[in-house]
């Protein structure tokens, strides 16, 4: 009795192998418990690790990508209706010089 009280207060392990097998089973749930919370803690920082790097690709990558093709999208819209006015200011012209020709 004396060495049990003794390992308890040294052993944490000692105390609960005295159990016999359910000290076994309570061991293996302790560790099997410490090892699933530090499975789960790696794979929560691999997630938040991952979020901080699509994060800062679409900071840095599409944002301004996406601003320069809004830019270049306006452009091009503004010149196809231009092109449209010239178009039809030619259209406009032909006809006009058909009618003079007739």
Same mark, same amino acid.
């Given at each position: 009795?004396?060495?049990?009280?003794?390992?308890?207060?040294?052993?944490?392990?000692?105390?609960?192998?005295?159990?016999?097998?359910?000290?076994?089973?309570? =061991?293996?749930? $302790?560790?099997?418990?410490?090892?699933?919370?530090?499975? %789960?803690?790696?794979?929560? #920082? +691999?997630? !938040?690790?991952?979020?901080?790097?699509?994060?800062?690709?679409?900071?840095?990558?599409?944002?301004?990508?996406?601003?320069?093709?809004?830019?270049?999208?306006?452009? =091009?819209?503004? $010149?196809?209706?231009?092109?449209?006015?010239?178009?039809? %200011?030619?259209?406009?012209? #032909? +006809?006009? !010089?058909?009618?003079?020709?007739?």
């Amino acid at each position: 009795m004396l060495y049990a009280a003794e390992a308890s207060a040294s052993d944490p392990l000692a105390l609960l192998l005295q159990y016999g097998v359910l000290g076994i089973f309570a =061991v293996l749930l $302790v560790v099997y418990a410490k090892s699933s919370i530090k499975r %789960e803690r790696d794979a929560a #920082d +691999r997630a !938040e690790a991952q979020v901080r790097e699509l994060n800062d690709f679409i900071r840095d990558k599409l944002l301004p990508a996406q601003v320069e093709a809004t830019i270049l999208h306006k452009q =091009v819209s503004e $010149v196809l209706g231009e092109a449209v006015d010239v178009i039809a %200011e030619i259209k406009t012209l #032909d +006809r006009n !010089e058909r009618r003079r020709g007739s």
